[in-house]
Structure formats: structure tokens, C-alpha cells
């Protein structure tokens, strides 16, 4: 079987050295990560026959993660680009004021499709509706099956399932995505309810990812002595490493998480008399450093060292600086040996034409990786 060519970026090495502006040399000529690279399973055309191969997974589980990795611009590297958008939900509908054009299906779709996505992950309702669109296109849906909601108050730290693994199966889907608050009073729950839905998604076929975030204010948002404002530890390297380990422990194909940003979380929260792992202060140094690649490569080693693929989401839309932090961010993971970015309010909260543009931008980081220009340490 002839093997399709990788895409060819449009940009280039000096393209990511200008975004990443004055960390550039910080970001691309780190060299002596924690965790070393030969303990890494990393993206590769072979990677799901090399790891899941050796897995339970069926061959029906396995065709679908195939069917993510082989669409749009990354097809032929591992690596993996998705667009979501779970918006109207998760933010509430009025996210879409800032470009009406996505409050229709069909725009998500094409956005996903003319950016060169791997695939795009949307509402039940969202997805069912543009079904027979994205099947035409072959482009690969996976059904967010439960959400948040704004109109409870006061607000909760929970999720309601809005659809099951068999009705994203019937309407064609590839996977399922589900979230996990890990840390909030209803985690547990939560967590026994994606275990079915694992369950269930594999018995029809379907990839599952796992969007494993934190949620607890009162523990994770700590005023530290100093500091005048509280400092939020919910992008910490240790929690966020162990909360996608717990998503990976669950049976998740994939893991979506914040890209860590910091570290010292258990530290701090210890300081305030409350519990949070077990491991020593110095275990955890040991394995986190103090680099922001050492903090996402912490990530990805929670996931079995890679066996389960890190995405890292782009974060929310700030406007001017959306394409360079999209990249840096890219930089980051990629170097870090993340498997790809979930990019969404930066991508469709603009105009079509600058939202396909930073999608490719953060693919094209990718593609240069897979060129040697930019090394996984």
C-alpha cells in the first residue's frame, strides 16, 4: 500500500522564532528534559499498530483511531489536529457573537475540513445535524456526549450526559469525547459514569478521548504567603499529570488537557492543610523540573509514557496574540512529545480565512517536526 506524503508547511523555522519572540531560544534549544525521550512512545505513522497493536482494543477501535490520524494536513505523521466546538454549552451560545457564522453546523464543518483538522469534535445536536456532511467530506466527528450548562445556579462543577456512545456510533461518528472534573464533589461519579460510556464506545466501535480537567477553586486557587492575588493551580504540571493519568487508568485512547503552565501545586496546597497525592515534594521534582517542555513532558509520561496521546488545548481567544501563542503552544507540546493541539475559540471566533490559517499554522509546526527542524529532546 502506497503511503500518503506528508502536507509541506507554508511556515517556516524563522516564521516560529519570531512568534515565540524572546523565549525563542528557551522554547527550541531546550535540551535536557527530566524525563528522557528513549522512555517515550511517540507519534508516528505506525504508532497505533506498534502501541494498540498489543492493547485489548478491537480492530473496529483501532480503524477509528486510523480513520482521526489519516485526515486533513498532519495524515501520515501521528500527530493530530482537531477543532472543537462544544460552544453553546460549555460557554453558552452568546461565544458565537463574535462570529455568527459558526452558530450553523456546517461552518464548523468546513472550518475543520478547509483547516486541515484531523478531525472535529461537536454537540450531539451540533454533529447530528451536518451527520451527512462530514460523512461526504469523510471528515471524522467525535460526539462530545456530556457537558456543562449555565443556567443552574448556582453553578456546579458537573456534567450531564447529552447523548450515548451508541447514538454518536449511529450517526457515524469516530469517537466519543467526555469530561471528567477531577477534583470537584461530583468527580467520582463522574468518573464511574465514563467508565460505562467506555465501555459502550468500544463495544460500538468508537475511539474515546477524555477531556481531564481540574475543578475546585477552594483547593486548587491558593493565596500564598507574599502574593497578593491567589495563585490558580489548576494548570499545575503534577495535578494536571496525575488527572490525566486517573483519564488513562479509565480506558481514555486519548487525553485532552491544559497545557501545564506551572509547577509547586501540591506544595502550595499542602501548605494550607489540605490533602493532594502522596507522593514527597522531591518524588515529584524529580519527574516535573522546572522548564514548561518539562512540565507538559510530565503530561505525557502520565499517560503511560505516551502510549495514550496528550493533546493540549489552545485556550481561550485573547485577540492579537491568538497565532503566536497558538504556535508557542504547539512548540511546547510537540517538543514535549504530545501527539497534538484541540484548538477552538482561537480558531473560529475570527473570520474563516484567519481561523484556517492558524490551524494550519499549528499543523505546520507538526510537519516541521517531522522534517527534523524542530527535535524532541
Given at each position: 500500500?502506497?503511503?500518503?506524503?506528508?502536507?509541506?508547511?507554508?511556515?517556516?523555522?524563522?516564521?516560529?522564532?519570531?512568534?515565540?519572540?524572546?523565549?525563542?531560544?528557551?522554547?527550541?534549544?531546550?535540551?535536557?528534559?527530566?524525563?528522557?525521550?528513549?522512555?517515550?512512545?511517540?507519534?508516528?505513522?505506525?504508532?497505533?499498530?506498534?502501541?494498540?497493536?498489543?492493547?485489548?482494543?478491537?480492530?473496529?477501535?483501532?480503524?477509528?483511531?486510523?480513520?482521526?490520524?489519516?485526515?486533513?494536513?498532519?495524515?501520515?505523521?501521528?500527530?493530530?489536529?482537531?477543532?472543537?466546538?462544544?460552544?453553546?454549552?460549555?460557554?453558552?451560545?452568546?461565544?458565537?457573537?463574535?462570529?455568527?457564522?459558526?452558530?450553523?453546523?456546517?461552518?464548523?464543518?468546513?472550518?475543520?475540513?478547509?483547516?486541515?483538522?484531523?478531525a472535529v469534535a461537536t454537540s450531539y445536536g451540533a454533529a447530528s445535524i451536518v451527520a451527512d456532511m462530514a460523512a461526504k467530506l469523510r471528515l471524522p466527528v467525535i460526539v462530545k456526549i456530556n457537558h456543562n450548562e449555565l443556567l443552574t445556579t448556582p453553578a456546579k462543577y458537573d456534567?450531564?450526559?447529552?447523548?450515548?456512545?451508541?447514538?454518536?456510533?449511529?450517526?457515524?461518528?469516530?469517537?466519543?469525547?467526555?469530561?471528567?472534573?477531577?477534583?470537584?464533589?461530583?468527580?467520582?461519579?463522574?468518573?464511574?459514569?465514563?467508565?460505562?460510556?467506555?465501555?459502550?464506545?468500544?463495544?460500538?466501535?468508537?475511539?474515546?478521548?477524555?477531556?481531564?480537567?481540574?475543578?475546585?477553586?477552594?483547593?486548587?486557587?491558593?493565596?500564598?504567603?507574599?502574593?497578593?492575588?491567589?495563585?490558580?493551580?489548576?494548570?499545575?504540571?503534577?495535578?494536571?499529570?496525575?488527572a490525566i493519568h486517573l483519564a488513562a487508568s479509565l480506558g481514555a485512547d486519548i487525553v485532552k488537557q491544559k497545557l501545564a503552565t506551572r509547577a509547586g501545586g501540591p506544595q502550595a496546597i499542602?501548605?494550607?492543610?489540605?490533602?493532594?497525592?502522596?507522593?514527597?515534594?522531591?518524588?515529584?521534582?524529580?519527574?516535573?523540573?522546572?522548564?514548561?517542555?518539562?512540565?507538559?513532558?510530565?503530561?505525557?509520561?502520565?499517560?503511560?509514557?505516551?502510549?495514550?496521546?496528550?493533546?493540549?488545548?489552545?485556550?481561550?481567544?485573547?485577540?492579537?496574540?491568538?497565532?503566536?501563542?497558538?504556535?508557542?503552544?504547539?512548540?511546547?507540546?510537540?517538543?514535549?512529545?504530545?501527539?497534538?493541539?484541540?484548538?477552538?475559540?482561537?480558531?473560529?471566533?475570527?473570520?474563516?480565512?484567519?481561523?484556517?490559517?492558524?490551524?494550519?499554522?499549528?499543523?505546520?509546526?507538526?510537519?516541521?517536526?517531522?522534517?527534523?527542524?524542530?527535535?524532541?529532546?
Open positions: 500500500m502506497e503511503l500518503k506524503r506528508c502536507a509541506t508547511p507554508d511556515l517556516t523555522l524563522d516564521h516560529v522564532r519570531r512568534a515565540l519572540g524572546g523565549q525563542a531560544e528557551n522554547m527550541l534549544g531546550f535540551s535536557s528534559p527530566m524525563i528522557e525521550r528513549t522512555r517515550l512512545h511517540l507519534p508516528s505513522l505506525t504508532f497505533i499498530d506498534d502501541v494498540f497493536g498489543l492493547s485489548g482494543r478491537s480492530i473496529e477501535v483501532r480503524n477509528s483511531l486510523r480513520a482521526i490520524r489519516d485526515h486533513g494536513r498532519l495524515s501520515g505523521t501521528g500527530y493530530m489536529s482537531i477543532l472543537p466546538v462544544d460552544q453553546g454549552v460549555e460557554h453558552d451560545w452568546f461565544t458565537f457573537a463574535r462570529n455568527l457564522d459558526y452558530a450553523d453546523p456546517a461552518n464548523i464543518v468546513r472550518l475543520a475540513e478547509e483547516g486541515g483538522c484531523n456534567q450531564t450526559m447529552f447523548a450515548t456512545a451508541k447514538a454518536a456510533a449511529d450517526m457515524g461518528a469516530r469517537a466519543i469525547g467526555i469530561t471528567i472534573y477531577f477534583g470537584s464533589e461530583e468527580s467520582r461519579r463522574q468518573m464511574e459514569e465514563v467508565r460505562d460510556a467506555f465501555q459502550a464506545a468500544r463495544e460500538a466501535g468508537l475511539a474515546t478521548i477524555a477531556w481531564c480537567y481540574l475543578r475546585n477553586s477552594k483547593a486548587f486557587k491558593i493565596k500564598e504567603d507574599g502574593k497578593d492575588a491567589a495563585t490558580d493551580f489548576h494548570d499545575d504540571a503534577a495535578l494536571t499529570s496525575q499542602r501548605a494550607q492543610k489540605i490533602g493532594v497525592l502522596n507522593s514527597k515534594d522531591d518524588e515529584i521534582a524529580r519527574v516535573v523540573g522546572t522548564h514548561p517542555i518539562d512540565w507538559v513532558r510530565a503530561q505525557v509520561a502520565a499517560a503511560y509514557m505516551g502510549r495514550i496521546g496528550l493533546i493540549n488545548s489552545g485556550g481561550e481567544s485573547k485577540g492579537a496574540s491568538d497565532l503566536d501563542d497558538a504556535i508557542a503552544t504547539a512548540v511546547i507540546n510537540l517538543r514535549a512529545g504530545g501527539t497534538g493541539l484541540i484548538s477552538g475559540r482561537k480558531a473560529f471566533q475570527k473570520p474563516m480565512a484567519e481561523g484556517i490559517a492558524l490551524l494550519h499554522a499549528i499543523q505546520d509546526v507538526y510537519l516541521l517536526g517531522v522534517r527534523g527542524e524542530i527535535s524532541i529532546p
